[in-house]
């Protein structure tokens, strides 16, 4: 059997985002496998979690035994489920997954069942700085087969406008949670007077509203027929989602910050949510991603893996293999990557006409070319677009 002799961390930022990829190698020539444990903003302290404590811990373990090795990092510190552990042993978990399918000679889908579906049905963005801008780039979407839009006014929480803010306030990211929430009705109102009935529309609240606010707008939102509206509440406000399913139709999406088991079981057993959508390596990697996949598939709940660009194409190939196989996928988040990924990741999963493919290689069918990945060094800096603010000055979830 072969066995583990090397666990490297690749740290990378091509599109001036921090990325985390793991190599594990074998003593078996030219046999390794590639998982990703981006957490973008908090990386070093992940790629030393991988190089101080978990590489001597699996050096020279049985590649094969995933499941024993998965249990075996997630205990070994005694205190578990947080996000930089969780992301350490998702890089670790993902690459042991792509050397078993190179071993099978079979893509990892193939492992888990084969495929319930040909192409991945995606969304993706659209953040505009005005009413024509976003339906300019929405149509420009659809021209391109893109069925599913994600359509925000500004960012998060929207655009800020003639703020009142206090002398001396700390500074930070400061926005109107009325504005939003105003905006963001007039914006669903204009983009289905303009773009039609048809296109499926999603919007990201990003935890920014008090659960009083967020109930209205799900209720003013559900005459634009959402395909569903995203992390309505903070992650430690799970028990408002009883109290919005019993008042809207709109249907929900959540758990892109969930890293606990805790965090999703009852959301789904009551069936407060409509998709759950974790951002894979921060619970763990693909081993738990799989189980969650499953346990939701009793539920009728369906999976919405968390995609942007601050999860690596390694780990939106594992998304895209897991979704193959999940006969509870729903959609998976796209935002496009730059010619230079495809370079640095070759055999990383493209869009053709409205879906995403990847090919049928053994494991994730996915590479690093590392020469390429080292002339795109990481910034370790201070993170500014989490420092979000109230017009008064309160610090709020970003
Ligand atoms: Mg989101």
């Known amino acids: 059997m072969p066995i583990i002799t090397d666990i490297k961390t690749i740290l990378t930022a091509p599109e001036n985002v921090n990325l985390i990829i793991v190599k594990v190698e074998t003593d078996q020539k030219g046999l390794y496998g590639l998982g990703c444990a981006t957490f973008a903003y908090r990386e070093l302290a992940v790629k030393s979690m991988i190089e101080n404590y978990l590489k001597p811990l699996l050096l020279n373990r049985n590649v094969h035994k995933i499941e024993d090795l998965w249990h075996l990092m997630h205990n070994n510190g005694y205190w ?17 997954w792509d050397i078993k399918g190179k071993i ?3 893509p990892v889908y193939e492992l888990l ?9 995606f969304y993706q963005h659209v953040n505009g700085k005005s009413l024509s801008d976003i339906v300019s780039k929405v149509e420009a979407l659809k021209k391109q087969n893109v069925k ?10 929207g655009i800020s406008k003639n703020l009142n803010i206090p002398p001396n306030s700390e500074p930070g990211v400061y926005l109107s949670p009325t504005q939003y929430i105003l905006d963001t009705i007039n914006m669903f109102k204009h983009v289905r007077e303009q773009c039609g009935d048809e296109i499926e529309l999603i919007h990201d609240i990003h935890e920014r509203l008090m659960p009083s606010e967020t109930i209205y707008l799900a209720k003013q939102l559900e005459k ?10 903070p992650l430690e406000q799970g028990d408002w989602l009883e109290k919005l399913k019993a008042q809207s139709a709109t249907p929900i999406a959540a758990g892109e910050l969930f890293s606990n088991p805790s965090e999703w079981t009852s ?15 921060q619970i763990g990697g693909f081993t738990p991603a799989r189980k969650l996949a499953i346990f939701a598939e009793q539920f009728n709940v369906r999976t919405a893996w968390h995609g942007p660009n601050d999860v690596s194409p390694v780990g939106h190939a594992a998304n895209v293999h897991l979704s193959l196989n999940s006969h509870n996928f729903g959609i998976l988040e796209w935002c496009g990557f730059s010619d230079i ?6 055999g990383m999963p493209y869009v053709k006409d409205g879906y995403i493919y990847t090919n049928d290689k053994p494991g994730f069918g996915i590479d690093i070319n590392e020469e390429l990945a080292k002339k795109y060094p990481i910034k370790t800096k201070v993170t500014k677009w ?8 309160t610090l709020v979830n970003p």
Do not use: C
């Open 80 to 96: 578990r489920n947080g996000g930089i552990t969780n992301n350490a042993i998702s890089g670790i978990d993902m690459a042991l």
């Open 386 to 393: 989490t420092q979000t603010r109230l017009p008064d000055g």
């Open 224 to 233: 634009y027929r959402l395909f569903y509206l995203e992390d309505p509440f």
């Open 104 to 106: 099978a000679g079979l």
């Open 113 to 121: 069942g084969g495929k319930s579906r040909e192409g991945i049905p």
């Open 341 to 346: 990924m495809y370079e640095i990741f070759p």
């Open 267 to 281: 959301l789904i057993k009551n069936r407060y949510i409509d998709f759950i959508r974790v951002h894979i390596s």
């Open 148 to 157: 599913h839009i994600r359509i925000q006014w500004g960012l998060y929480g």
